[in-house]
């Protein structure tokens, strides 16, 4: 049974700095996303992770993919208020024929000023 | 592009009554439609996948008489709770994934905005 595990789980942060969310998995995958989800909202898609060394950045968010330590990293760069929202890797399990997709517990990123 | 709905957003039913719920892609044939289910500060768990014409494959722990899912085209898959109790009281995300087109395999699923179901 494939484990998505993320850490840490709640992050409280100043703005203006870094930090790095990890998500580590159990078993071999090449596709893995992150995504952010707002209070009483649905998902919102950050990255598509689809090889090893594979590295994303959109604003102050950079994820990158390595297969081999079955890990996944969400940085973030100089952070702001708005970047406050529950974050969450997920794990593609494809078989070939069927895709499916086992979430991480999910990281709460709180930015205080 | 890519976009998913849900109908209703939320809704409040007494327990022992079925609620239907509906997800749409808006501007792409599904192929495969999932469905999640998330109690509060918790992640996303898949409860089944459905594949337009088939039968939905349910997650180990998910009663498939309890949640009743139809995938009867390629745009619309629908959760029907029945006979709902305080305890499937959650939000309930679906997504859905393109599958192949020309020729070329997309399987990232794309998420529609979530229905929260309360059951008194």
């Known amino acids: 049974e494939l484990k998505v595990e993320q850490n840490p789980l709640f992050l409280s942060m100043q703005e203006g700095k870094n930090y790095t969310i990890y998500c580590n998995y159990s078993?071999?995958?090449?596709?893995l996303y992150w995504y952010r989800q707002d209070p009483g909202k649905s998902l919102e898609s950050l990255f598509v992770?689809?090889?090893?060394?594979a590295v994303k950045q959109e604003g102050r968010l950079m994820a990158s993919l390595d297969t081999k330590a079955r890990l996944s990293t969400l940085h973030i760069t100089a952070a702001v208020h708005d970047l406050s929202a529950t974050y969450f890797c997920?794990?593609?399990?494809?078989?070939?024929?069927?895709?499916?997709?086992?979430f991480g517990t999910g990281t709460r990123l709180q930015v205080t000023l | 592009g890519a976009v998913v709905s849900q109908h209703p957003s939320r809704v409040i039913c007494k327990s022992g009554t079925s609620v239907k719920i509906e997800c749409r892609s808006l501007?792409?044939?599904?192929?495969?439609m999932f469905w999640y289910r998330q109690f509060p500060k918790q992640s996303l768990m898949l409860m089944a996948t459905?594949?337009?014409?088939?039968?939905?494959?349910?997650e180990q722990g998910v009663e498939k008489d309890k949640f009743l899912i139809n995938h009867a085209s390629l745009t619309l898959s629908t959760l029907t709770v029945t006979s709902a109790h305080p305890e499937d009281s959650s939000f309930y995300i679906c997504?859905?994934?393109?599958?192949?087109?020309?020729?070329?395999?997309?399987?990232?699923?794309?998420f529609g905005p979530g229905t929260r179901l309360t059951v008194l």
């Open positions: 997504s859905a994934a393109p599958g192949v087109i020309g020729g070329y395999s997309y399987n990232e699923q794309f």
């Open positions: 078993t071999t995958s090449d596709r």
């Open positions: 992770l689809l090889s090893n060394g």
């Open positions: 997920a794990v593609d399990d494809y078989t070939g024929t069927a895709s499916k997709l086992t």
């Open positions: 501007d792409f044939q599904a192929t495969t």
């Open positions: 459905s594949n337009e014409g088939s039968k939905a494959t349910y």
